[in-house]
């Protein structure tokens, strides 16, 4: 069996939170402006509890920003993380190093 090393946790996180159907309907809202909570509620057609917890899940993986503003919250996309996201993923595909019983021939 081989055992790759693994691979870095932010970019794992930043591939999970983007892998969801809701976040990243939710990342292409924010990539054309700064959106209050509340906007995306419409926008999604969803309660505001759902979008407040995709959103925290966003907000972990470094992706979105919030800024408090009255009783709404109102939240950015941050681009440089996404700019670099396809430079990780092909940094962490072709240039981690492989673990010394890393097997290059087949077994079968």
């Known amino acids: 069996m081989t055992v790759l090393a693994p691979a870095e946790p932010r970019t794992l996180t930043v591939l999970k939170a983007l892998a969801n159907d809701l976040r990243f309907d939710m990342i292409r809202i ?15 057609d969803l309660p505001q509890s759902k979008v407040s917890y995709h ?48 097997q290059f021939c087949s077994l079968c």
């Open 30 to 44: 924010l990539a054309r402006g700064e959106r209050c909570v509340c906007d995306l509620e419409a926008a999604l």
């Open 55 to 102: 959103l925290g899940v966003l907000r972990d993986a470094g992706l979105v920003a919030s800024e408090p503003r009255g009783r709404n919250a109102y939240y950015r996309l941050l681009p440089e993380p996404m700019y670099g996201l396809g430079g990780d993923v092909l940094r962490e595909v072709y240039l981690t190093e492989l673990p010394e019983k890393h």
